[in-house]
Every structure is written in C-alpha cells, then in structure tokens.
C-alpha cells in the first residue's frame, strides 16, 4: 500500500455528503427538459444573466423546456456577486406566480441567487436571516436544478451561498444541507464560448478549492482524494484552456476538476485565502476570482509551514521542478501569471489605506478556523503588505 493511501490510525473514520445528483457530460444540458418532465415540473422559474444571455447559452435549454411543453420565465436580474437585496427582489418575483422548480444557469452568482431564492420561498424572511450555520429549519419542496456555465465555483453540488451585503462592505454566506441542488446538470460544452479573462478566473478559483479542502483541518481521506484529483484536473487542463477555448478537452478537464474541488469543500470547507478573499471583495469590490488568484500563492507559502507533506503533494501535482513545500507557492505563483491574472492589489485598485481593514474584516470569515495555521491579525495585514 502507497504512503499516501495508507491508513494510518486505528481510530480511521469519517462522514461524507452529497446530497445532490450529478449528471456529467458533453451535451447533457440539452436533457434538462426530459429531467424536468420525470419530476413532474410544468413551469421554470429561470435565473440566468444577461452575459449568458448574449452568449446564446440559454438556447438550447428554452428549446429542451419548449419540446416538454413546460412553461418558463426568464430571470436576468443577477449581477456577479449578488447582493442580499438581489436575492429578496428575486424571490419576489418568484412568489408572485405559481412555479414548479427553479433552475440556474451561469457561473456561482445566478446559483447562489437561485439557491437564496428557493430558501426564502420555503422559509420566508430575508436571505440575511439565514447567515451563518444551519439557520434554515425547513427543507425546500421546490426542486432546484443548476447548469453550470464556467468551471470555477462549484456552486451546482455545494451547500453554500454567498452574498454580498454592501451596506457593510462584507460577504456573508448561508451554509445549510438544505442549500444543496436536486440536480446538477454539468455540461461542458456551455463552457466553450467561456472569455479567456473569465476562463482565468474562474480557473484559478477551482484551484483554490482543492488546495484549501485539501489543507482544511476538516480534510478527511474522501475529501483529500477528490481535491487531489481536482487539483491534477485543473493543473493539467487550465492554461490549455485559457489558451485555446475551443479545446473540447480542456473545457472537459476543467468542468471535472471544478465539480470535484466543489465536492471536495462541501465537506472539508476552505481557508484563508477565502477568509481574505470575502473581505477583499467586500471593501473594494475586486471580482471573487481575482481577489482568489491574488492571494492563492501567498496562503499556500503561510501554510506550507505547518503541512509541509501536503505542500510538497500540491507540488508535485503543479510540476513544480522539484516536489517539496518549498516550491508549492512558487507552482501556484507561476500558475497565476502564465494564465494572466494578476499579481499585485495595486494592479485592481485597491487603496493601501484599506490594508488594515480587510486584515481585520478577514476574520469575520467562518472559514478562518478551517485554515491549518491561525494567523494573527498582523500576520494577515503583513501578507497583503507584501501582496500590494
């Protein structure tokens, strides 16, 4: 048996849940309406955005819903990082009509925004009521179904919602079994018309997800396995398709390594690249993985300290030359400039005055205490000093 796999405690145990199914494949959007009509579903309450829209993603499943004779209304009003006040206009606008089932198509913002919205019309109240852990007390009826359009958040299997409460400048997340999908339909080939920009992105943010699920203090030997393999997907496969969009592999590569890493965090939770991240979001608005790419390589060289078997694996897996902790951030690192993110706060505006107050809102994050090494506040503030 291989180190690696080898168990190695007499007190070997875990629990693991996944409560969503998973339908994986070139084309398997074009069944929604088949997967619909043996839920007995009549009408679609639709969420999308207008950028999914004008890429023409939404044609095939309108015409799939039409063939089914289900009736649908389209919902466009999601902007990237929805904020509570979406999510309530949304939900609004749902329980206003009679629908059987929502079903969200895009990147994690119209997901979170169709997942906050079918927990308020079980529930009720506001989305904000429901911030933190294990709020909702009532499991939804209303089937909801998610069709990812980039490889990235791995929203379509998770638990979690995040959204963006600007009258404080924070990020807060719902986190509940009840937030889980129905059903994932994960398609690839909605990815391929994916920008090169947001192709980077969203890539990097699905490398961070197997990375800090697989440092978690939660990581557990079936939540490691899928972010290693998540990890080895994303490693392989991103700049192939940030190079080249039209690479019918990569995209495939990289919707696997995406629903994995999301897999894998919907057990063992993140850290504090996410931590920061939320925060850096919240006070200057820098898109999620943006702020994700810049702080990746920094995080991981903070935690190599502590888990220098699990550094010098992350190495390996991004062919770093030599496959020791030392050289995980600087694989990371080399990841995030070759695909064309960039690498310095001052590069997307954020003002050096607001240095100390991201540090301090950073611990706001649930996810802090999943983190393998607690960071003092001055620690967190010195690593955006040296990020700037």
Known sequence: MSTSSAVKSADFEFSFHLPTLIEFGFGKASSLGERLEQLGVKTVFLVSDKGVEAAGLLNRLTDSLRVSNIQSELYLDVEPDPSLETINRGSERFKALSYDCIVAVGGGSPMDTAKGIRVIASNGGSIGDYAGVNKITQAPEIPLITIPTTSGTGSEVTIFGVYSDWT?????????????????????????????????????????????????????????????????????????????????????????????????????????????????????????????????????????????????KIAELLDAELPIAEKAASAVAAMVKNIGLPTRLRDVNVPESKLPEIANDSFKSGMMKFNPRLPSEEEVLNLLKRLY
């Open 168 to 312: 404080n400048n924070v990020k807060v997340t719902v986190t509940s079994p009840y937030m889980a999908p129905t059903i994932a339909l994960v398609d690839p080939e909605l990815t391929m018309k994916l920008p090169e920009k947001l192709t980077a992105a969203t890539g990097i943010d699905a490398l961070a997800h197997g990375i800090e699920a697989y440092f978690s203090l939660k990581s557990r030997p079936a939540s490691d396995a899928l972010a290693l393999e998540a990890m080895a997907a994303v490693s392989y496969h991103l700049q192939r398709a940030v190079q080249n969009g039209q690479d019918k592999e990569a995209r495939i590569g990289m919707s696997h390594g995406s629903l994995l890493a999301g897999m894998a965090f919907n057990n063992s939770f993140l850290g504090l690249t996410h931590a920061i991240g939320s925060a850096l979001s919240g006070h200057c608005h820098v898109p999620h993985g943006i702020a994700i790419g810049l702080l990746l390589p920094h995080v991981v060289e903070f935690n190599a300290k502590v888990l220098p078997d699990k550094a010098a």
